[in-house]
C-alpha cells in the first residue's frame, strides 16, 4: 500500500473518494474532473486550480530528464515564423493570414 496521501472530491455538493493524487492526477488528465472540483485537504475544500497552483508553489520542480542524461538544446520560436534549432539550420513556414472582409 502506497504511503500517497488520499483526498476527497466533491462536484455540485456530492462528495466522492478518496483518491490518492496520482488518481487525481490521471483524472484531470482524462477530462473525468475539472479544475473546478474541490478537493479536501486538511479538513478545508479548495478548487483544484487552487490547490495545484498553491501546490506547485511548495514542490520543487521535478527534472523530467533523469540525472547524468545530456538535455537537448532548447529551441527558440520567433514571430517572424522562424523556428531556430540547435543547429545553423532555419526553417521558415508561413503563418496564416486572417484579413478582415470589409465592403468599402
Known amino acids: 500500500m502506497s504511503n500517497?496521501?488520499?483526498?476527497k472530491l466533491r462536484w455540485r455538493g456530492t462528495e466522492s473518494g478518496p483518491y490518492p493524487w496520482s488518481a487525481i492526477e490521471q483524472m484531470l488528465a482524462e477530462l473525468q474532473i475539472g479544475l473546478h472540483h474541490e478537493i479536501e485537504h486538511e479538513g478545508?475544500?479548495?478548487?483544484?486550480?487552487?490547490?495545484?497552483?498553491?501546490?506547485?508553489?511548495?514542490?520543487?520542480?521535478?527534472?523530467?530528464?533523469?540525472?547524468?542524461?545530456?538535455?537537448?538544446?532548447?529551441?527558440n520560436y520567433t514571430l517572424a515564423g522562424e523556428v531556430a534549432g540547435p543547429t545553423s539550420q532555419v526553417r521558415r513556414f508561413k503563418l496564416p493570414s486572417f484579413k478582415a472582409n470589409r465592403k468599402a
Open 44 to 75: 478545508r475544500w479548495f478548487t483544484l486550480r487552487d490547490f495545484i497552483a498553491h501546490k506547485a508553489k511548495i514542490e520543487p520542480v521535478r527534472d523530467p530528464i533523469p540525472p547524468g542524461q545530456p538535455k537537448p538544446p532548447p529551441f
Open 4 to 7: 500517497e496521501p488520499s483526498h
